[in-house]
Nanobody
Framework: QVQLVESGGGLVQPGDSLRLSCVAS????????MGWFRQAPGKEREFVAA????????YYADSMKGRFTISRDNAKNTVYLQMNSLKPEDTAVYYC???????????????WGQGTQVTVSS
């Protein structure tokens, strides 16, 4: 089992930045790819970004490229999502995900955090 706890969400204005964190416990963190997904009201959960177990490779949804950055610190069992130039359409619950191989398909993910709310509004 892997337990994931997200933090860092909140209410921000358009153009602001926010950094989400996800701390993992349980099985060896460094053996898992990690990812972030989000779900807006009335919409399906969608892929945001993923990072390989070593941190050497990262992947982003097209709409997040250049604004969001995923990173991880295996010594701290933590994965981060730095979000810049936030837009109202980024408003969603953001979920941390862990899997031996993270894909953009939510159904493929083994472990989820409880989510953290991000609201972008003026």
């Amino acid at each position: 089992q892997v337990q994931l706890v997200e933090s860092g969400g909140g209410l921000v204005q358009p153009g602001d930045s926010l950094r989400l964190s996800c701390v993992a416990s349980g099985r060896t963190f460094s053996r898992y790819d990690m990812g972030w997904f989000r779900q807006a009201p009335g919409k399906e959960r969608e892929f945001v970004a993923a990072i390989s177990w070593s941190g050497g490779n990262s992947y982003y949804a097209d709409s997040m490229k250049g604004r969001f950055t995923i990173s991880r610190d295996n010594a701290k069992n933590t994965v981060y999502l730095q979000m810049n130039s936030l837009k109202p359409e980024d408003t969603a619950v953001y979920y941390c995900a862990a899997d031996p191989r993270v894909t953009p398909m939510p159904d493929d993910i083994d472990y989820w955090g409880q989510g953290t709310q991000v609201t972008v509004s003026s």
